[in-house]
C-alpha cells in the first residue's frame, strides 16, 4: 500500500483536525498504530479521532490501565497505550484480543511492545518532534484504509 500524506503541523488542534477528518470516514474493523516518541502527539492523535467520532469528554492515555473503551451507538473504539508493558503477554491477560473485531477501531499508541501479538494496521500514523511543531506521516497498510484516505484527503 502506498497511500500517505505527510505533514507538518503547527499547533495540537491542526493535530486533532487530520485526525477527526480521518475518524469521519473510517469504518469498523480497523487498527490504527500510532508510533513516536513521548510528547509526540499520540495521544493527541486519539483525542482528535475521537472527537471525530463524536465523543465529548475527556480524552487520556490509558498508560496504567493499557486500555480505554469508548463506546458509541454503532462503534466500539478501544485506546490502548503500551508503554508502560513489560512484557507482550501482559496484553494478553487484558483480554485485549477480544477488541479486535470487524465491530470496533483499535487506536495502539506504541504497538511496538506488543510486536507479534496485535493485528496488522490498517493505519500506521507515525509523530515526531519539529522545529516548528510536529512532523506527521500517515500511511495506509490495507486495501479498505486506502478507501478511507481517499476519502479523507482527496487532495
Not at 500500500?1 to 469498523?28: F, G, N, Y
Request: proline share 5%; aromatic share 10%; with cysteine.
Amino acid at each position: 500500500m502506498s497511500q500517505r500524506i505527510e505533514k507538518i503541523l503547527h499547533a495540537e488542534a491542526e493535530l486533532e483536525a487530520v485526525a477527526a477528518r480521518l475518524a469521519e470516514v473510517v469504518d469498523t474493523g480497523i487498527v490504527v498504530y500510532l508510533r513516536g516518541p513521548l510528547g509526540a502527539g499520540k495521544t493527541t492523535f486519539a483525542r482528535g479521532f475521537l472527537r471525530g467520532l463524536g465523543y465529548t469528554g475527556i480524552v487520556k492515555s490509558p498508560t496504567y490501565t493499557l486500555v480505554e473503551p469508548y463506546r458509541f451507538e454503532q462503534i466500539n473504539c478501544y485506546h490502548f497505550d503500551l508503554y508502560r508493558l513489560e512484557d507482550p503477554e501482559e496484553l494478553e491477560f487484558t483480554g485485549a484480543r477480544d477488541y479486535f473485531n470487524e465491530a470496533s477501531i483499535c487506536l495502539i499508541e506504541w504497538p511496538e511492545k506488543a510486536a507479534g501479538l496485535l493485528p496488522q494496521a490498517d493505519f500506521d500514523c507515525s509523530l515526531e518532534h519539529h522545529e516548528q511543531g510536529r512532523a506527521l506521516t500517515l500511511t495506509a497498510c490495507s486495501t479498505k484504509a486506502e478507501s478511507f484516505m481517499l476519502h479523507a484527503f482527496p487532495d
